[in-house]
Structure formats: structure tokens, C-alpha cells
């Protein structure tokens, strides 16, 4: 089975989401729904985690300090951080 990824995760639990809110489902399939959806949920989160885990090691210093940097859109981060060597 290929990985699932963040994206597809985040559709199939939006539908199970849509689906238990119809409430037109029998309490069998509505805990079968309900456990894919804490399953889904689980993944969606460990994915986002993960993204800001990484997010926080490229946004360090060279000397390992987290800076808050602002937002630049056109996506210019050779300039690198304040006080920093280029």
C-alpha cells in the first residue's frame, strides 16, 4: 500500500466528516466512520507536526537559535537572518 499522504488524508476526512453529519448512517457504520476518522485525524496531526519540526531546523541560526522571521512572499530567504555572516 502506497504512503497516504497529508492531502488525501485531509479529503477522506472531510467526506467522513460530511457523511456522519447527514446523519442518515446506522450506528454500526457510524463508528466504523468514526474510528477511520480518529485515525485520519491522528495522521493529519503527526503530519503537521512534523511539517513544523522542520519548519523550526531551517528557521534557526548558525548558532541554533528559533527567530521569528516575517513572511516574505516572494520567497527571497538567501538573504538569511540579521546579524548572520552572507
Known amino acids: 500500500m ?7 488524508a485531509l479529503n477522506k476526512l472531510e467526506k467522513i466528516v460530511a ?3 447527514e446523519g442518515n448512517i446506522s450506528l454500526e457504520e457510524s ?7 480518529i485515525r485520519l485525524s ?10 513544523e519540526k522542520r519548519i523550526q531546523v531551517l528557521m ?3 548558532g541554533g537559535i528559533l527567530k521569528a522571521q516575517p ?3 516572494s ?6 537572518f540579521e546579524g548572520e555572516d552572507e
Open 71 to 73: 513572511f516574505d512572499p
Open 19 to 21: 457523511k456522519m453529519e
Open 42 to 51: 491522528r495522521f493529519c496531526n503527526q503530519k503537521l507536526d512534523e511539517a
Open 75 to 80: 520567497g527571497s530567504l538567501e538573504k538569511g
Open 60 to 62: 534557526k541560526d548558525k
Open 31 to 37: 463508528l466504523k466512520l468514526f474510528e477511520e476518522g
Open 2 to 8: 502506497p504512503k497516504e499522504k497529508y492531502e488525501d
